[in-house]
Structure formats: structure tokens, C-alpha cells
């Protein structure tokens, strides 16, 4: 029996060592891939140092930030087709017309976003329309599709398997029989189920001018890799129609139709204008990383039409990522605190920033920049609404007011600035937006937008429930343990 003995305290002492080793292996990797994010490396370490079996399998699953690999790969594919289509005729002549519609400065916050983003610039002569709701959304985007001459361009984080996600593919698909070029594009985490139940495999068959292609492929092994996101959601119709927001391609985004907890609230944008031919190329360079097309074959669908003037809005779009205006959305809303005169209003879903952002918003506050934030009160991540929560009090003691949205969940993001400019897209205010995922926003400056925006958020004032100071002073130990530990996941979230 002894021997039996012997054998076991050698097979549990090799499985010690594995797993020690793999947690040395992970504790590298962290410090390798992670070590410009503070907090983010620290939380890592000690979760694999206090409890290795499961740190090593959670930061395997979730936690590997992705940059060397994927966030390189993108890196170099973005690099690689700007490299080739910089030369085209085609690309020589559309940045040739649109020359005369940029603008460079006019206010502190044009400027700091000019220098901090020199890949970017603001593009004026547009209208922007703004959409409540897929119920005002869905349609418009639907007018433009059955519209189109040439081509349509798609790209969403969620594509769902319901009755909205099959009728707009159904009529991208009657269109391509039609002979108009269709490109769609889809996270292959947000549409996970619509990607595991073969959604995508029903359309297009037999149809060349009919394409749907994942940002990234997922497999058993890496469909629970939450970095590395592409968050985006852009439509663009003959190069000359663009929506964007926040609004993905799910039955949800109808309230009317998903009446209660399952439904959801958001804004989107429809705009036209030289603008759209960024918001074109903007998809032209995803989906030469995602299908592996040759330049040529994409600048043959590329339509960048005449450029023309069709409104008084100035927008700057920022492709926020890895390899491309990395940090971008951050970079936005540290401008709006640094720069910002008299107010900020935000509206975020997942309101979850990092140390240095509410210190930011602290001291803007106490210059007296009226600084409003405006939340959901039902998230549909309970883990995130706790996490929020926990940044209350510093907030509301140092003059920023916090407002909690009444009835279903809101999803929309924007920000309006001293009532002069704008950020709307697909970015939340959060890290995972800020660092981890690629998102579209854009910067807009025009009266006609920023007033529309300006009552919009009104509006969400007026049904959200403010927060005072004796409601988080009342609250119970239970619960502010509850927040605080949600809030160490902040990194993550």
C-alpha cells in the first residue's frame, strides 16, 4: 500500500506544479500585455496569486487583453490596406474633394481633439438627423436600404436570431438578387447565438454579391474571450447615407413590441454629407480584416461619390481600437472634462470608468461645470449598476448630479458639451469602451444637431429620479459592501 500511497502524492504533487507554473505563466502574460493599465494588472495578479486554479482558468477565458495578438493582427491589417489604397485614384480623388470641408480648430476642445488625434479630423456640410429608438430607426435604415443602387454596407455587434434580425437580412438579401452589392458584418460574441443556431448560413446562398462575414472567428476554445470587441454599429447606403449609434439589429430595440424588462431604449443617427465617405472607409478597413479581400476587389464596391454639402453640421468620426485611433472615445471625454465651460451631460448604459475619469469629473464639477450624469435605473447587468453605484458619493459630494432613468433599460450613449458639441456612437463610459473594445463614435458640432440633442436629453431628465446624498448616506452596510465589490471588477467591466 505503500507504493499506492507514494503514486498519489506524486501525481497530486505534479498537478500542484502545473498549476503553479501556469499561474507563473499567466502572472507573466498580465504584466507582459497588461502593464499599462494599473488596475487592471493588479486585480489579474492577485486573483491568480489568491486563488490559482481559478485565476488561471477566469484569466484564460476573459481576461487576456488580446493586444499581441488579435489587437496586432487588426494593427497590421489597418496598416496594411491604408498602405495599398493610399496610391488609388479613386482614394487620391475623394481625399482631394474632401480637402475644402475640413476644419481644423476653432475652439480649445477642436484643437486639443485636432493634436490628441492627428489620424482623425472634422468634416463639415452635413445633416444629422437623430433616431429614438429602433422604432424610429429601423425604418429609416429600411427606406435607405430599399433606396439603394449600388451598395449597402452593414456592420452591428448584435445581429439577433428574432423577427427584426430576419426581415432586415431577408431584405438585404431580396436586394442583392436585385444586384446591389451587400456586406455585412457582425461581432461574433454579441451575435453568438445567432451565429450557433446557423442564423447567417439561411441567407445569401448562391448569391456572390451577398457577403456576411464575423469580425472574428470564434471557436470552443475562444468563445468566451470577452476582449477585442468590435462594438460598432454603421450602416452606409451608396456612399452617400450613413446611421450609426447605438442601436443594434434586434426586436428589443422596439419597446412597443418588448414591452417590460427585455426592452430597450437607445439613439441612433442618420446622417449625409462628405462625412459618409469616412464612415464608409471605416468599413472598408474591418472588412478587409475580417474576409481577407484583396484591396482591389474592396475599392471595386467602394463608391466615395462626388462630396457635397448637405447640412451645417461639422462631425469628426473616431474609430476607437487597437491599431487604429486607440483610446479614441477616451480620449473624447477626457477633452469634454478638461475643456468644458459650463456643462456636461452624459448618458451612458454602463457608466463604469476608471479612478482617474471620476476624479477628472470631480474637478470639472468643482470649477462649476454642470455636470449631469444620467444612468438607467433597471441595467441589465445588475454586477454594473452595483459597480456605478459604488461612485456615487464622491460624485455627488463634490457637486456632480447623478439622475437614474425611470422604466425600461437605456442603452443610449451621448454626451453634450457646454451645448456646443456632441459625442454620439457605440462607446459607453466605461474601461472596456475607453481600451478593450473598437467602437464608431462621432464628435458633431451644428446647431440643428446639438439642439435636437438638447431636447432629447431634457426629455431623459424629466423621467429619471434624481440621487441625493441621503439616499447613499441611508444606505445599508450590506449594500455598499455589495457595490464596493462590484466596483473592484471595474477593470473588467
Known sequence: MQWLEHVEVVVYGSWILVLLLAAVVCALDVLRNQGDEPQRTSLW?????????????LYLLTGRSRKASMGRRVADSASDFIAKIKAHPKLEEYYSRLQRFIVRGGSVSATT?????????????????????GTAAYPAMLDAINSARRSILLQSFIIADDEIGHYILKTLEDRAREGIDVKILYDSFGSFFSSFYRMFNKYGR?????????????????????QMRNHRKLLVVDGRIGFLGGVNISEENVPVRRKGESAIHDLHCRMEGPVVGELEMSFLRDWFYAAQESEENILKAALLPPVAPRGDCAIRVVCSGWGQCYEGSEKVFYTAVSTAVKSIWIISPYFVPDTPFIMALRMAAARGVDIRVIVPLNNNHFYVKLASRSFYESLLEDGVRIFERRGVFVHAKAMLVDSEWALVGSSNCDVRSFRLNFELDTVIRGESFIQQLKTELEGELAASDEVTLEQIYAKKGAVRAAENLCALLTPLL
Open 45 to 57: 495578479l492577485t486573483v491568480i496569486i489568491a486563488f490559482p486554479a481559478f485565476g488561471v482558468i
Open 113 to 133: 481633439l485636432d493634436r490628441t488625434m492627428p489620424e482623425t479630423c472634422s468634416v463639415h456640410g452635413n445633416s444629422v438627423k437623430l433616431l429614438r429608438d
Open 206 to 226: 448562391g448569391i456572390d454579391n451577398f457577403k456576411i462575414r464575423p469580425f472574428s472567428l470564434m471557436n470552443s476554445l475562444t468563445r468566451w474571450r470577452f
